[in-house]
């Protein structure tokens, strides 16, 4: 009977020290979940939701100007409805001027549309799209047809449509985070299988004359083609070089919404777009871009009259432009 007692002595000795260590372990979870909890440093900002409708709008609007070639009468409209829809939502906007030369055309008018919210604020996001349209059709099916201008509803429509939605959400949100959006002019004008040098004239030119000498971004994020049907958005080769942690971050944030159909961890080469000029400028910027990673090139309407209202997804264009606006609001509050 002694060792049978011994024994039950051990066990209960036992059973205490399993529940002390057992309450200790439950205190260093909870003290960890305090740490993680009290990361943010200020109170949780709740991420306003954007409208599709809204955005479906901002396209058609660009395609009823025509196309948004610099140097033509139907670009200078657009331009000027871009700074009015951007000036009625509170933004300060400034246009950089200066010339563009592609094809047969020498020294057109073309602008820099740049918006600021919260100037006084030293932490900062850039974001950004290209606003022109292309003159031409080369990869259009009907070879007659390849010598006209494309209206380019996804290219650039849909970058331009989700910077002033973004816009016109923190006119009804405030956010504790200053937002540069920059609407970049002859980016889409470039010769095929040329110097990559006739290509993001615009952002060429702001990265070598900022609007503000002292400009810092913490990081960019670029919308290009981020609305067409069947779209899906793999990880760009010059975004993971010089922007892969908030590339990375981003990419999880939009599958943890829910849109692993969309945002997908695919790897593809590195693209000549407005973000390589950004990046060199000193700004880590990302580019969300449309590139079909089955054919390993971009999607079928590029650079074809096939890129219309026709090709425009409600759905896409809403998700694409959702992601970044939770990424912002996340960044005030989060610091990603």
């Given at each position: 009977?002694?060792?049978?007692?011994?024994?039950?002595?051990?066990?209960?000795?036992?059973?205490?020290?399993?529940?002390?260590?057992?309450?200790?372990?439950?205190?260093?979870?909870?003290?960890?979940?305090?740490?993680?909890?009290?990361?943010?440093?200020?109170?949780?900002?709740?991420?306003?939701?954007?409208?599709?409708?809204?955005?479906?709008?901002?396209?058609?609007?660009?395609?009823?100007?025509?196309?948004?070639?610099?140097?033509?009468?139907?670009?200078?409209?657009?331009?000027?409805?871009?700074?009015?829809?951007?000036?009625?939502?509170?933004?300060?906007?400034?246009?950089?001027?200066?010339?563009?030369?592609?094809?047969?055309?020498?020294?057109?008018?073309?602008?820099?549309?740049?918006?600021?919210?919260?100037?006084?604020?030293?932490?900062?996001?850039?974001?950004?799209?290209?606003?022109?349209?292309?003159?031409?059709?080369?990869?259009?099916?009907?070879?007659?047809?390849?010598?006209?201008?494309?209206?380019?509803a996804d290219d650039s429509g849909s970058g331009v449509a989700g910077l002033l939605e973004i816009a016109r959400v923190i006119s009804q949100n405030p956010i504790d985070l200053g937002i540069d959006l920059i609407f970049f002019d002859a980016e889409d004008n470039g010769t095929p299988n040329k110097n990559n040098k006739t290509w993001c004239l615009g952002s060429q030119y702001w990265a070598k004359n900022m609007h503000d000498p002292d400009y810092k971004a913490k990081f960019g994020i670029l919308l290009d083609m981020i609305g067409a049907k069947g779209a899906t958005f793999g990880k760009e080769g010059i975004s993971q070089r010089y922007a892969k942690r908030y590339h990375d971050k981003i990419w999880n944030l939009g599958q943890r919404m829910g849109y692993t159909d969309l945002f997908v961890d695919t790897p593809f080469g590195g693209i000549e777009d407005d973000h390589v000029y950004v990046n060199q400028a000193g700004i880590p910027m990302l580019d969300i871009i449309n590139y079909d990673l089955q054919t390993n090139k971009f999607a079928h309407y590029h650079h074809t009259h096939k890129d219309d209202i026709s090709v425009i997804d409600k759905r896409i264009l809403r998700v694409v432009t959702q992601v970044v606006t939770a990424a912002i609001y996340k960044e005030s509050t989060y610091h990603l």
């Amino acid at each position: 009977m002694k060792s049978v007692s011994h024994i039950g002595n051990i066990n209960r000795l036992y059973m205490a020290f399993m529940v002390t260590l057992l309450i200790g372990l439950a205190s260093c979870r909870q003290d960890t979940a305090v740490v993680e909890d009290s990361k943010p440093t200020k109170a949780a900002v709740k991420v306003p939701a954007v409208n599709g409708d809204t955005l479906y709008s901002f396209v058609e609007k660009q395609l009823s100007f025509g196309h948004r070639i610099p140097g033509t009468a139907e670009h200078k409209a657009c331009r000027d409805w871009i700074i009015d829809k951007l000036e009625s939502y509170g933004a300060q906007t400034q246009v950089q001027e200066f010339k563009a030369s592609f094809y047969d055309v020498v020294d057109a008018d073309a602008y820099n549309i740049i918006a600021t919210f919260n100037p006084d604020k030293k932490h900062r996001v850039l974001l950004a799209a290209h606003w022109d349209s292309r003159m031409v059709a080369e990869k259009d099916p009907e070879q007659a047809k390849r010598d006209e201008a494309i209206m380019g509803a996804d290219d650039s429509g849909s970058g331009v449509a989700g910077l002033l939605e973004i816009a016109r959400v923190i006119s009804q949100n405030p956010i504790d985070l200053g937002i540069d959006l920059i609407f970049f002019d002859a980016e889409d004008n470039g010769t095929p299988n040329k110097n990559n040098k006739t290509w993001c004239l615009g952002s060429q030119y702001w990265a070598k004359n900022m609007h503000d000498p002292d400009y810092k971004a913490k990081f960019g994020i670029l919308l290009d083609m981020i609305g067409a049907k069947g779209a899906t958005f793999g990880k760009e080769g010059i975004s993971q070089r010089y922007a892969k942690r908030y590339h990375d971050k981003i990419w999880n944030l939009g599958q943890r919404m829910g849109y692993t159909d969309l945002f997908v961890d695919t790897p593809f080469g590195g693209i000549e777009d407005d973000h390589v000029y950004v990046n060199q400028a000193g700004i880590p910027m990302l580019d969300i871009i449309n590139y079909d990673l089955q054919t390993n090139k971009f999607a079928h309407y590029h650079h074809t009259h096939k890129d219309d209202i026709s090709v425009i997804d409600k759905r896409i264009l809403r998700v694409v432009t959702q992601v970044v606006t939770a990424a912002i609001y996340k960044e005030s509050t989060y610091h990603l």
